[in-house]
């Protein structure tokens, strides 16, 4: 874990995000804390980190989502040498 990332402030966000019981109350949650462009930014990175996890080429991965290839990349590395926390969410979401 990344130490200028755990403050107070971001332990009290991830203590909301955690009592959300269903997909409407993200909705509602998230659309008041994100902007549309914010929120749109995080579901396209979790897209392509889904594409690449299937082996995706920069190249598919950029026609269909839309996502630059630095943000391709960037994605990819946190794939790669990041916490795991894609793969933890990616493990939970096949069960």
Sequence with gaps: MNKKLKTDAVNQLFDAILTLEDREECYAFFEDLCTV???????????????????????????KTGASTAT????NRS?????????????????
Excluded at 72 to 75: A, F, K, M, T
Excluded at 79 to 95: A, C, I, P
Aim: charged share 25%; aromatic share 10%.
């Design 37 to 63: 462009n914010e929120l749109l930014s995080l579901s396209q990175r979790f897209e392509v980190a889904a594409m690449l996890k299937q082996q995706k080429t920069y190249l598919e991965i950029a026609e």
């Design 72 to 75: 391709i990349s960037r994605v």
């Design 79 to 95: 794939l790669n040498y990041g916490s795991d926390g894609y793969e933890l969410v990616f493990n939970r979401m096949k069960q």
